[in-house]
């Protein structure tokens, strides 16, 4: 019991990140904590692979402009196991990292 609270508290954290307000309200209302955790997991994942399919079309477009960016392809790749990882395990310091691959990779295409 204690650990299904615990876990409900980091995919809480998790979901303020990177899920939509609106959805979370909408998660809260749900009063069964089980239901609550699938949805919390449902909902992160589907916005993580959102984030990483629009980064991808991004990196397409800025490569066919003819920038070289293969560091950044790279990251890329090593992002997407992280991301399928952090799925696996929804775990808080995963998501850490997968949030800090995020961000460096965006700012590398700012360069």
Known sequence: ????EVSL???SYVARKIVDQNT???IKTV??????IILYEYTIKAALEFKYAKLK?????IE???KDIFIVKTKLHLLGSK?????ATMYKKDFKIVEKMFKEIEKELKK
Do not use: A, Q, S, Y
């Open 57 to 61: 079309d991004e990196i397409k477009r």
């Open 9 to 11: 508290k980091d995919l």
């Open 31 to 36: 009063t069964d904590k089980r239901e609550r």
């Open 83 to 87: 991301v399928h990882f952090f799925n």
């Open 1 to 4: 019991m204690k650990k299904e």
């Open 24 to 26: 979370i309200k909408k």
């Open 64 to 66: 066919k402009r003819g």
